[in-house]
């Protein structure tokens, strides 16, 4: 091992070498600990049993390995449903397994506010009962559990929208619009741009969590601004009459206001919001990354995401892709009540065949999709909760990790599907439910 420093950032070299000589004797080599983890990762892919004895197949085994893709990720939404610490522990376990880099935690949105900050502890009211919250040292033990795996915790503070729950601890910070609400739900509320008392509880929740869960990433949400509501209260109403604004100048406003405060709060980290404040127009200093996860285009096109992706990235930003065009790395759609564009749910195939560089060949040259940096699945939680996370994301999440680590050329799902059985019965034996994706079984005598 080169060092042995125990620092994991997006920058962390996470190559490793590991060869296993035809008389069984293994040796693997990394410049990190990080990387001598995931060398371990793949040995244990390699061993087998046999009755009482441990075989490895295809002796000699030469690997010089390294990720293709820095983020590579998984979200997890505990605010529609309240996800157990045991339930994301597990979750990581997996994803260690899998070598993924990165749990994005949106850890609040509108239903609840399953945060019991030690700042700002009223709005802890926001969650869904007092048993159904996390500690500050909850969030720091996990992201060190999460580190000590080769894992970062990347936590999202999703606003201004999506932020109805703060109401309860915070009321004045959330903009009155009790009709927009009664009529639309929830999801329709925002936060108030107009008063001081927002910003203020805004730097103060993104300082405690950005100390809890010191990542070198940050995700400030910034999704599904519906206009109602501000359009309904009479506070930003007088905002915008008084300064000739229109409701994209408002979230201009904010934002520019949110950015120093991550400035301050977040020193030295990179800042990751959705797409919509690109297409909204809004101009972000161009460390800002974006996590596309709708289709878009100019007017004109016919929109997708690789069109989205390239218009962000000739705009000099990072690009997360987050989905595919037909829904392909949302593992939570169409299993209840809601649609998954059309198909019932994402197939590992489906979820294995995207890729983030897919239709961008024609938009950008090679030096631009370097600044394609990775891929995420999503297990958004309106029908998602601790007895069904782990089912709904592996191993379709473990498709996904190959995808992101491995080359892009060469990858075909007839070879793929053995090696992600396999996988499969591998994380049942070590206490994870994963979905099985053939006929077969764990403990035939031969390989599948």
Not at 54 to 60: E, F, K, N
Not at 165 to 174: D, E, N, R, T
Request: proline share 6%; charged share 20%.
């Amino acid at each position: 091992m080169g060092s042995s420093s125990e620092d994991l950032t997006d920058k962390t070299n996470v190559s490793y070498t590991l060869n296993v000589g035809i008389n069984g004797v293994a040796m693997a080599t990394s410049p990190t600990v990080f990387g001598a983890l995931h060398a371990l990762a793949s040995f244990s892919q390699l061993v087998e049993t046999s009755g009482a004895a441990l075989l490895v197949r295809g002796l000699p085994w030469a690997l010089d390995d390294a990720p293709r893709f820095v983020h590579r990720a998984v979200l997890v939404d505990s605010a529609r449903h309240f996800l157990p610490l045991a339930v994301l522990r597990a979750h990581v376990d997996a994803m260690a397994w899998a070598k993924l880099s990165v749990l994005h935690w949106h850890l609040i949105d509108s239903q609840a506010f399953p945060f019991a900050s030690a700042a700002l502890p009223a709005l802890g009211k926001g969650a869904w009962s007092p048993a159904e919250v996390y500690t500050p040292s909850d969030v720091a033990a996990l992201s060190a559990y999460a580190k000590d795996r080769g894992v970062r915790v990347m936590i999202e503070i999703d606003t201004p929208g999506h932020s109805t729950s703060w109401a309860k601890g915070c009321p004045l910070c959330v903009a009155a619009c009790p009709a927009t609400l009664a009529a639309k739900g929830d999801g329709y509320g925002a936060l108030d741009p107009t008063v001081n008392l927002t910003y203020e509880t805004i730097e103060k929740l993104l300082t405690e969590v950005g100390q809890l869960a010191p990542d070198s990433w940050f995700h400030l949400g910034g999704d599904e601004l519906r206009p109602n509501c501000w359009n309904e209260s009479a506070n930003v109403r007088a905002m915008m009459a008084a300064n000739h604004w229109t409701i994209e100048q408002v979230e201009a406003y904010y934002l520019t206001k949110l950015l120093g405060i991550a400035t301050r709060a977040l020193p030295g980290r990179t800042l990751l919001t959705y797409q919509e404040i690109f297409d909204n127009g809004i101009p972000l200093p161009a460390d800002v990354a974006f996590d596309v996860w709708k289709r878009g285009g100019t007017i004109g096109d016919v929109p997708s995401i690789p069109l989205e992706i390239a218009r962000i990235v000739k705009a000099g930003h990072g690009a997360v892709v987050a989905n595919g065009n037909n829904g392909e790395w949302y593992l939570n759609g169409g299993w209840g009540n809601g649609p998954n564009h059309g198909r019932q749910n994402a197939l590992w195939v489906d979820v294995y065949d995207l890729d983030p560089l897919n239709g961008t060949d024609a938009l950008l040259t090679p030096a631009e999709q370097l600044r394609v940096l990775g891929g995420e699945v999503s297990l958004w939680g309106e029908e998602i909760d601790a007895a069904d996370l782990l089912q709904r994301a592996w191993p379709r999440a473990a498709a996904f990790a190959e995808r992101l680590w491995s080359p892009r050329a060469g990858r075909s799902t007839s070879e793929a599907a053995p090696r992600l059985a396999r996988f499969a019965c591998r994380l049942k034996a070590r206490g994870v439910a994963a979905q099985a994706i053939s006929p077969g079984s764990c403990f035939a005598t031969s390989p599948p």
